[in-house]
Antibody, heavy 122, light 110 residues
Framework: EVQLAESGGGLVQPGRSLRLSCAASGFTFDDYAMHWVRQAPGKGLEWVSG????????GYADSVKGRFTISRNNAKKSLYLQMNSLRPEDTAFYYCAKGATGSVAAAGPDYWGQGTLVTVSS | QSVLTQPPSASGTPGQRVTISCSGSTSNIGTNYLYWYQQLPGTAPKLLIYRNNQRPSGVPDRFSGSKSGTSASLAISGLRSEDEADYFC???????????FGTGTKVTVL
């Protein structure tokens, strides 16, 4: 059974940093791309970033480009999102999601974690 | 701001057929696969349809997807109370070099 467990969310002041982690199990982690998708409370879904199976291809939404950095450690079966210069509009549930293939672009997510809430406020 | 447009709401009585549309452009739906996700209240999204019209194992055949040009649709036949949820379409966008989601449609079972 595919399981994705996010951690690292919380309350942070504008301009500060936060690092999210996602622990994966139940599948061959290094065969698949991974994604971060966020959802502001009561709002729709927004793709944040994706990373290919071997970290060779990485993409970001324009809204986070230059501030967020995605990375993965295949040996630890873990996905990360380093979020710098946080803004109030970054407040959202952040979901870790498994890609359906090893490529970021070829397919969207097929399994999602339960999400971790990031609140950016002074 | 979402690139893919969906109606904000749809409704039907138990047993009816409900259809949700998703409108995009040549850089996303017109060129790439379309996915549909179901999000039950208070839970994470779940993949409902992949590659335009394929159902993952475990998804009832009451759910079906189709695509034509730059638009797509999700049909729910034999509507049930447990289908009450938010539904989102998604696709890769070649111009944005990223995945894009629809605005979301809330389905209500009357």
């Amino acid at each position: 059974e595919v399981q994705l467990a996010e951690s690292g969310g919380g309350l942070v002041q504008p301009g500060r940093s936060l690092r999210l982690s996602c622990a994966a199990s139940g599948f061959t982690f290094d065969d698949y791309a991974m994604h971060w998708v966020r959802q502001a409370p009561g709002k729709g879904l927004e793709w944040v970033s994706g990373i290919s199976w071997n970290s060779g291809s990485i993409g970001y939404a324009d809204s986070v480009k230059g501030r967020f950095t995605i990375s993965r450690n295949n040996a630890k079966k873990s996905l990360y999102l380093q979020m710098n210069s946080l803004r109030p509009e970054d407040t959202a549930f952040y979901y870790c999601a498994k890609g359906a293939t090893g490529s970021v672009a070829a397919a969207g997510p097929d399994y999602w974690g339960q999400g971790t809430l990031v609140t950016v406020s002074s | 701001q979402s690139v893919l447009t969906q109606p904000p709401s749809a409704s039907g009585t138990p047993g009816q057929r409900v259809t949700i549309s998703c409108s995009g452009s040549t850089s996303n739906i017109g060129t790439n696969y379309l996915y549909w996700y179901q999000q039950l209240p208070g839970t994470a999204p779940k993949l409902l349809i992949y590659r335009n019209n394929q159902r993952p194992s475990g998804v009832p055949d009451r759910f079906s997807g189709s695509k034509s040009g730059t638009s797509a649709s999700l049909a729910i036949s034999g509507l049930r109370s447990e289908d009450e949820a938010d539904y989102f379409c998604a696709s890769w966008d070649d111009s944005l070099s990223g995945h894009v989601f629809g605005t979301g449609t809330k389905v209500t079972v009357l």
